[in-house]
């Protein structure tokens, strides 16, 4: 299964992959047996996966652009698609102003990995301070003293480090930087957090995909992409200290502890940032990703997508899980299918 997710991974046509000159440029974006998505590539992975099983258990083939949560809210707030996806959840105040509804999928970690010769996997540690100041160019070797007191027994290379960042709209990149924002106060000051930032310094790549090909090309570089990219492409990733002062490795029980965190019933809209979750076992930089959905939309036509949703969430929980991702508890489900009802008449 995991090597058959790889080639489409690669190979995302083969999933019916579409440019934007193929999306429909009206809000009937739907048709009777195609649906057209586009946003975040944090959730491509396994979004590949659902839409492959969907289409043989159903014959509806699931076209989704994976161009970045940026783009894909500017796509449903154009009505050029049936659904976006977006790792930077809107508020409700957006929302409304939008006329869209949005609700999770399922839970993602992001993770830096590094490219180090003679450092492997889960060796380096490194804390939300540093990371910050790696970012912001004021760490600029590998065996600076800040990041060798992190890793005392680790022999780091004299080497300069480069940073790969996102060039397009990135939820993946909210979230990396509203972690960096809650934990210095400098880079909250000069750079913020947002799906866009003005990076101090480094190279960017277009997508988790875009940035992980940099990481493995050049050596000596540091970047940040959803954990199931780091799997699939075999990067070296870094361990984090968390809020709690923990050492913790990215993986599902860390990801779960910092969603056990978030109790959805208390917010409007799902509106919840996961970033720097207090618990010893928490991953410092986990987030949940959206599903934005128009509310004008002909009821026929979301009833299709949340039909597609609604498989999703019941059927497509073990292919998350293979790919690192945590699935949404029932409880949470439930308040998802009563969110429809109130906002989508469905």
């Excluded at 739907?30 to 289409?55: F, H, M, N, Q, R």
């Excluded at 999770?104 to 180090?116: R, S």
């Excluded at 870094?238 to 993986?251: E, H, I, L, Q």
Aim: zero cysteines; glycine letters at 10%; aromatic letters at 10%.
């Amino acid at each position: 299964m995991l090597s058959a997710a790889l080639k489409r991974f690669y190979q995302p046509l083969a999933i019916g992959f579409i440019s934007s000159a193929m999306i429909l440029s009206t809000h009937a974006a739907v048709a009777a047996d195609t649906l057209t998505g586009a946003g975040g590539t944090a959730i491509y992975p396994v979004l590949s996966e659902w839409a492959a099983s969907y289409k043989k258990e159903t014959g509806t083939e699931v076209n989704y652009q994976s161009i970045g949560s940026g783009g894909g809210i500017k796509q449903i707030k154009s009505k050029t698609v049936a659904f976006a996806n977006s790792d930077k959840p809107l508020t409700p105040g957006e929302l409304n102003k939008s006329d869209l509804a949005q609700f999770p999928a399922v839970i993602i970690g992001i993770t830096p990995v590094v490219n180090l010769p003679g450092v492997k996997p889960g060796e380096m540690v490194l804390n939300g301070s540093v990371l910050a100041d790696i970012y912001l160019g004021k760490i600029t070797n590998w065996n600076s003293p800040a990041i060798h007191a992190l890793n005392p027994g680790l022999k780091l290379p004299d080497m300069a480090i480069s940073t790969v960042h996102r060039s397009d709209g990135s939820g993946t990149t909210f979230n990396f930087t509203n972690y960096l924002a809650k934990v210095s106060p400098e880079w909250k000051e000069k750079v913020g957090s947002d799906t866009s930032v003005s990076w101090p310094n480094g190279v960017g790549g277009k997508g988790n995909e875009g940035v992980a090909g940099f990481v493995k090309q050049l050596p000596g570089s540091i970047g940040y992409v959803e954990y199931a990219y780091t799997m699939e492409t075999k990067l070296v990733y870094t361990r984090m200290t968390n809020a709690d002062g923990k050492v913790v490795t990215p993986s599902m029980e860390s990801f779960q502890a910092a969603a056990g965190n978030a109790d959805f019933s208390k917010v409007s809209d799902f509106y919840l940032i996961l970033t720097n979750q207090p618990g010893a076992k928490s991953w410092p930089i986990t987030a949940a990703t959206y599903i934005l959905m128009r509310k004008d939309y002909p009821k026929a036509e979301n009833q299709k997508v949340l039909k597609f949703t609604k498989w999703f969430l019941e059927h497509g929980q073990a292919a998350a899980e293979k790919l690192a991702y945590v699935p949404l508890p029932r409880h949470t489900v439930s308040l998802i299918e009563g969110y429809w009802k109130k906002e989508l008449g469905i």
